[in-house]
């Protein structure tokens, strides 16, 4: 986790494994949402010798301000009135099991884009201090402007794309490439900033972006890849909303014939652009 500069996230792990973890990570981990023992005595809650552990390797807490975590009171009335503590696991196989045998509801349930926006804030400043080149970190901050397009903030996802750019382009001009220079890595911050500003109304820029991540992946990928399906699909979007609807019909059929040539059978219905396409069909007759 460390070598892919992930945040090691040590909420609702027992002692044993958050004193473990502290001492095997290289970086500072967090615990985004955690009570006290001293305050309220649950294995829940993090006891005073894992905090200053915690502390030490530079790591940061979120503490739980509410509800039976800080509460004695609260926890022992709503113990009795539940017959069992809040912690108690026994009913989770019942969701979790269905969850790794249906595709569907698998996706559900473990999508990464229902990772609550109060964690994403806490993480983003952890983020930025993690080692790594400018590219690892540009690949994180598009990570979670991806993540915030799909939970349609998009704002803040067009700051972390403008800031991934910037990096990585800053990175290049550093190393003798030219300001301004782009490769291979510069065509996913393009792409998902083009779909913050389509998102936005910004449709002339928007498409002006997704263009250039068109050419940088068609260049570096091929233009059969998963990376120019992608764009295409996002150029098929920002198109339709842009009133072009002959142009998103074309662009997202070539999207799909990407995707059928590369997943088989499998049709990607559910995506904007191929609902854009289906509209132009049906204003067309």
């Keep these: 986790m460390n070598r892919l500069g992930m945040v090691i996230n040590i909420s609702h792990s027992s002692d044993a494994t958050i004193s473990q973890v502290i001492d095997l990570s290289d970086v500072p981990v967090i615990a985004t949402h955690h009570g006290l023992r001293s305050v309220n005595n649950i294995p829940r809650n993090m006891p005073d010798a894992l905090l200053k552990k915690l502390a030490a390797k530079g790591g940061v807490i979120g503490f739980q301000i509410g509800s039976e975590f800080a509460y004695p009171k609260e926890y022992e009335w709503l113990t009795a009135q539940r017959g069992k503590t809040f912690f108690d696991t026994t009913s989770i196989p019942d969701k979790v099991i269905p969850a790794l045998t249906d595709h569907t509801t698998a996706q559900n349930f473990f999508a ?3 990772v609550s926006p109060y964690v994403q804030t806490f993480t983003l400043g952890i983020t930025r201090s993690l080692p790594g080149s400018e590219h690892e970190l540009a690949a994180r901050l598009t990570d979670q402007a991806d993540n915030l397009v799909d939970r349609s903030e998009y704002d803040r996802a067009d700051s972390l794309a403008t800031e991934a750019l910037a990096r990585l382009r800053r990175d290049r001009s550093g190393a003798g490439a030219g300001a301004g220079a782009d ?3 510069t065509a996913r911050p393009l792409r998902v900033l083009g779909g913050a500003l389509a998102a936005k109304g910004n449709l002339d820029q928007a498409i002006k972006l997704t263009r250039e991540a ?6 570096y990928h091929g233009s059969t890849s998963r990376e ?3 764009d295409l699909n996002y150029l098929g979007a920002a198109q339709f909303q842009a009133g072009d609807l002959r142009g998103a019909d074309s ?7 990407i995707w059928r040539r590369l997943d088989g059978s499998r049709v990607w ?10 509209l132009w069909r049906t204003h067309a007759h």
Excluded at 269 to 278: D, E, K, L, M, Q
């Design 228 to 230: 120019v399906a992608e």
């Design 112 to 114: 990464p884009n229902y």
């Design 269 to 278: 219905s559910a995506t904007p652009p191929h609902r854009a396409a289906t």
């Design 214 to 219: 068109l050419a940088l992946d068609t260049r």
């Design 251 to 257: 662009t997202t059929n070539a999207s799909l014939a």
């Design 183 to 185: 490769d291979s890595a």
